[in-house]
């Protein structure tokens, strides 16, 4: 009985020790507004693909300690105004239901350390029978910095649907300002309702309504249009179309180009009866008018597509599609996670954004590796796609090559660290039982 309450007090200390480093609920209401810079720049850094939470019990520690490496060294080289998170910040598919939110925690802890904001968009393997997209968001505000946000309700709709203003550095009131920048947000669904049937992987038509009528609104009220960059993870039908009908250029699209872009609607259900059979192009077909027809999106900002990180300018009617670009320019991020498949190097694409650019609907990017490199860098300009650029070369990186192969070689052998944390976890798991039973 002795040992039976040692390991009671054990197990107490144990769980009063985790609910210390529990986060508590932050304000996040009263954040300052998202300001340019007094030199008149603001610089975003956008991660997507991270995949925390793959492949728990064999190498997913590993990479996710990985992940989170290249999160601050991006962050380090260059220290950004706004992270942006564009989808797939967990693996949800193979996380468990009471653990799939925590995982937020690791991606966030660099930003809060080094007293950055942030904002994302989920994608589709943030939606999952496991993983609540609103317990996602809940778990985001546990922490000072978040300014992800919610902005139209219904089950089809998604969560994260909603714009952040940007405005001029001399603002001191936002409330008595003008936004020099408009950043939108959309989910684009996909993966499953949470402990439900599989999810619509595409803008809903009620957010598209939204857009409309918030642009709408937002001219009114300003008097004028207020340039825009927009980010959604699965990128639109007309990625696909660009890619395969007029190709990629190398000089002219720089960019890693190695997967065949999977758009929204790709997964093969139509609207909301999977019976039915559409093409892609008819499931995002509104969201894309939409795109074309609000003035002033300079970007639209994708992940999804692991090996890909080219922009590409639709300004044109493209074969076998019935919208026609209006310049619009569609942008992949570098995959940032050592989660999810491929083995390309990890990195973020940053966007530098300067008031007096914004004039002419321009900005700069690039992407930067995890190695400090820059690569593909371009101004989204007028005349990009006819603009000369150096090609980007294309680097592989990966995870600890030891314990890849011994679970290829042996998959009954176990890293060290890991047998250790499963003895530890069998140990306390039992001591739980034992006193569930006394109790």
């Not at 609910?19 to 810079?37: C, E, H, V």
């Not at 076998?320 to 190097?345: A, E, R, S, V």
């Amino acid at each position: 009985m002795r040992r039976i309450l040692d390991a009671a007090l054990i197990s107490s200390l144990l769980v009063l020790s985790h609910q210390s480093a529990i986060p508590r609920a932050a304000s996040n209401d009263n954040l300052p507004p998202l300001t340019f810079n007094s030199d008149g720049a603001f610089q975003i850094a956008m991660f997507s693909d991270l995949h925390f939470g793959q492949d728990e019990s064999s190498t997913g520690p590993e990479q996710d300690c990985k992940t989170e490496k290249v999160i601050c060294q991006v962050l380090d080289y260059d220290p950004p105004d706004l992270v942006v998170f564009n989808g797939d910040l967990i693996n949800g598919d193979t996380t468990h239901r009471d653990n799939s939110t925590l995982y937020l925690d690791k991606i966030v802890t660099p930003l809060v350390k080094r007293n950055l904001t942030w904002a994302s968009s989920y994608g589709n393997h943030d939606h999952a029978y496991n993983l609540n997209g609103e317990d996602l968001l809940e778990r985001e505000h546990m922490f000072t910095g978040s300014r992800t946000k919610s902005m139209v309700n219904g089950t089809t709709a998604g969560i994260t649907n909603y714009y952040l203003p940007v405005y001029p550095s001399n603002c001191t009131a936002s409330a008595r300002c003008a936004p020099e920048l408009i950043l939108w947000f959309f989910d684009s669904r996909g993966g499953d309702y949470y402990q439900g049937d599989t999810q619509p992987d595409w803008v809903d038509k009620s957010v598209v309504e939204w857009f409309n009528e918030t642009n709408n609104a937002l001219v009114e009220e300003y008097k004028k249009v207020i340039p825009s960059l927009a980010f959604v993870h699965i990128p639109i039908n007309a990625t696909w179309s660009l890619r395969n009908k007029d190709g990629v250029d190398p000089n002219r699209q720089p960019g890693i180009d190695e997967e065949e872009p999977v758009p929204q609607g790709s997964s093969g259900m139509c609207f909301n009866d999977p019976d039915e059979t559409c093409g892609y192009e008819e499931k995002n077909d509104s969201f894309m008018q939409a795109l074309v027809s609000v003035r002033g999106i300079i970007g639209l900002f994708s992940g999804h597509d692991h090996g890909n990180t080219w922009c590409y300018k639709w300004d044109s009617q493209v074969e076998g599609m019935t919208t026609k670009g209006n310049g619009i320019n569609l942008c992949y991020n570098q995959h940032g996670g050592y989660g999810g498949y491929g083995d390309w190097i990890r990195g973020a694409r940053e966007i530098v954004v300067t008031q007096s650019q914004l004039a002419n609907y321009t900005v700069d990017t690039h992407i930067r590796l995890e190695s400090g490199d820059v690569v593909g860098a371009v101004s989204l300009n007028a005349t990009f796609n006819e603009d000369l650029y150096p090609s980007t070369f294309n680097s592989l990186t990966f995870i600890n090559q030891a314990l890849v192969a011994s679970s290829a070689s042996s998959p009954s052998r176990t890293d060290p660290l890991l047998s250790s944390y499963v003895a530890a976890t069998a140990y306390f798991g039992f001591w739980a039982f034992v006193l569930l039973s006394f109790s």
